[in-house]
């Protein structure tokens, strides 16, 4: 990793993340560094791993489906500080 002082990386707004593709932006420690872009081709998942992100594929199909109706948006209750969307996913990942 290359450290960079360039304020045009280091603002608060491009502090992390992807910058272009193939880079990545990390903060360490209030430095801020620029390195390759994780290859993960390679990586194979794991089978809870799949299980996993089965489950949160489904949670969000759950809460998409509660967006996009209305009348289940206006019902649905929601937890203090959570909007519907995460209130919705938190649901469907604690009950299954």
Avoid: C, W
């Avoid at 430095?31 to 390679?42: A, C, G, H, W």
């Avoid at 209750?77 to 938190?90: D, E, I, L, Q, T």
């Amino acid at each position: 990793m290359a450290r960079t002082r360039n304020p045009l990386l280091t603002g608060v707004k491009l502090g992390h993340g992807e910058i272009d593709p193939g880079f990545i932006l990390k903060t360490r420690k209030g430095k801020v560094f620029i390195s390759k872009y994780p290859d993960m081709s390679n990586v194979i998942p794991s089978k809870l791993q799949l299980k996993s992100n089965s489950k949160f594929t489904a949670a969000i199909a759950y809460a998409r489906g509660i967006i996009n109706d209305p009348v289940k948006k206006g019902a649905y209750k929601v937890r203090p500080g959570m909007s519907v969307y995460h209130s919705a996913v938190k649901d469907y990942l604690d009950s299954h």
